[in-house]
T-cell receptor, first 117, second 111 residues
Framework: DTEVTQTPKHLVMGMTNKKSLKCEQHMGHRAMYWYKQKAKKPPELMFV???????INESVPSRFSPECPNSSLLNLHLHALQPEDSALYLCASSQDRAGGGSGNTIYFGEGSWLTVV | KNEVEQSPQNLTAQEGEFITINCSYSVGISALHWLQQHPGGGIVSLFM???GKKKHGRLIATINIQEKHSSLHITASHPRDSAVYICAFVRTTDSWGKLQFGAGTQVVVTP
């Protein structure tokens, strides 16, 4: 199983709503990532979790709140979003942190398309 | 200055043609990834290369670490190869796995 599963695939939410994006992998990977991708742009890193601990927060606004309840699951809680937050949110995982000389393959999910109205 | 330059930005080929996408970078890396993204959004990791050449089906990826250059080749292209192809890497100075992405190459293969 080399899948990273993301739900929901599509989400429309109002600016006062609270919703969550979910990501799951069963490859035993200990590093998980959230990326945000706007149309026709490369993905931008938001958060890195390593061994269920938040390791990197790329200055993401607090209206995005990540959570890693266990080694297989990664959530992104959304609250009071703005229309400019509408984007594709991609989850990824790797055996360990993919940095430096590790050369770990990174596996991406299909993404969750988020529209904020 | 961008650390990674990918070319061409757009490419249209007829079915059966040989396609080459190039990626040049200017920093130290340990491995380079070639990724494929279809319009539906999901990204598929095609190759991870640290040296030499890898082949998977009709796809071939090469890397020259000394020259800081990698290429992705698609042989006998097919309309289902239509997608955005992205090169990406993690700097050797980065411990946390932040991928640096090229701008992507939009490939369209016509029947």
């Amino acid at each position: 199983d080399t899948e990273v599963t993301q739900t929901p695939k599509h989400l429309v939410m109002g600016m006062t709503n609270k919703k969550s994006l979910k990501c799951e992998q069963h490859m035993g990977h200990r590093a998980m990532y959230w990326y945000k991708q706007k149309a026709k742009k490369p993905p931008e890193l938001m958060f890195v979790y390593s061994y269920e601990k938040l390791s990197i927060n790329e200055s993401v606004p607090s209206r995005f709140s990540p959570e890693c309840p266990n080694s297989s699951l990664l959530n992104l809680h959304l609250h009071a979003l703005q229309p400019e937050d509408s984007a594709l949110y991609l989850c990824a995982s790797s055996q360990d942190r993919a940095g430096g000389g590790s050369g770990n393959t990174i596996y991406f999910g299909e993404g969750s398309w988020l529209t904020v109205v | 200055k961008n650390e990674v330059e990918q070319s061409p930005q757009n490419l249209t080929a007829q079915e059966g043609e040989f396609i080459t996408i190039n990626c040049s970078y200017s920093v130290g890396i340990s491995a380079l990834h070639w990724l494929q993204q279809h319009p539906g959004g999901g990204i598929v990791s095609l190759f991870m290369l640290s040296s030499g050449k890898k082949k998977h089906g009709r796809l071939i990826a090469t890397i020259n670490i000394q020259e800081k250059h990698s290429s992705l080749h698609i042989t006998a292209s097919h309309p289902r190869d239509s997608a955005v192809y992205i090169c990406a890497f993690v700097r050797t100075t980065d411990s946390w796995g932040k991928l640096q992405f090229g701008a992507g190459t939009q490939v369209v293969v016509t029947p």
